[in-house]
């Protein structure tokens, strides 16, 4: 059983946000991208008071229209337990530390806009397997979302998943449908194993926006991911036992959309 803090008046304030059904696929890389945002910040963060006296400090941005996120579930990772499903991994004073195949997962009450942000440390530079996942977003029960077969939560539910892959991040975004409803894209990101990197990842009026460390790598408009469900939350492991093995995890924060 997953064992979820979540603050019941918070999730009983969140609002749902509708997809645009006009939006088209399409990518804004971060060169050029613009956002909903005020320009002068580049990575928006929780406003929940999260511990940076190792990682960089950020500073936070107000959405320009709708209501503030709210957060509705946290875990630090770094008192030898967690308010998710973590499995395969190990404890340690840094945080949760991921062997082959490990992850977290996590139920949320959130369904047509979230975010999510957490710290990480200890990506290796040669990936090539393609099979490193940073995160994965889905729609699904996490017992019903099998990762191979027809059941898989590409094929039969939404799903934003980001894997590192060498060098670049790679992503894909879709719903219900099977592959072709998931292009794979990659974009330029390079990492350090020894650099402590502050990840969010926000879905809101259906647009996926990714940041790292106030830098914004990834902005894509997708009118197929249109959760039927509330989502859920995986960090890390792999549907083929591959995982982000070597990668430490802290200071998980999922966030809602509140009620204006």
């Known amino acids: 059983m997953i064992h979820c803090r979540i603050s019941l008046i918070m999730a009983a304030a969140l609002m749902a946000t509708g997809c645009d059904s006009d939006v088209t696929n399409s990518v804004t890389n971060m060169n050029t991208a613009t956002t909903d945002y005020d320009s002068t910040v580049t990575a928006p963060v929780s406003t929940s008071s999260r511990n940076t006296t190792t990682t960089t400090t950020h500073t936070g941005a107000t959405p320009t229209t709708g209501g503030a996120w709210v957060s509705v579930l946290e875990d630090a990772l770094t008192t030898g337990a967690s308010t998710g499903d973590a499995t395969g991994g190990e404890f ?151 995982g982000v093995a070597g990668v430490t995890l802290r200071n998980v924060i999922i966030s809602g959309i509140a009620a204006s």
């Open 92 to 242: 340690t004073a840094q945080g949760y530390y991921l062997l082959p195949g490990a992850y977290i997962q996590y139920n949320s009450p959130c369904q047509q806009a979230i975010r999510v942000e957490f710290d990480a440390v200890g990506f290796s530079a040669d990936t090539a397997a393609e099979k490193l996942i940073v995160a994965q977003i889905y729609d699904l029960p996490h017992e019903d979302a099998a990762w191979v077969g027809d059941s898989a939560a590409w094929a039969t539910g939404s799903l934003i998943e980001l894997k590192q892959r060498d060098s670049d991040l790679r992503w894909r975004i879709g719903g219900r449908g099977g592959d072709d409803h998931y292009p794979t894209e990659y974009v330029a990101a390079g990492w350090q194993p020894d650099v402590w990197y502050h990840v969010v990842i926000e879905w809101r009026d259906g647009v996926l926006t990714v940041w790292r460390n106030e830098e914004q790598l990834l902005r894509v408009a997708s009118d197929t991911f249109a959760p039927q469900d509330t989502l859920r939350v995986r960090l890390g492991g792999s549907p083929f036992d591959a």
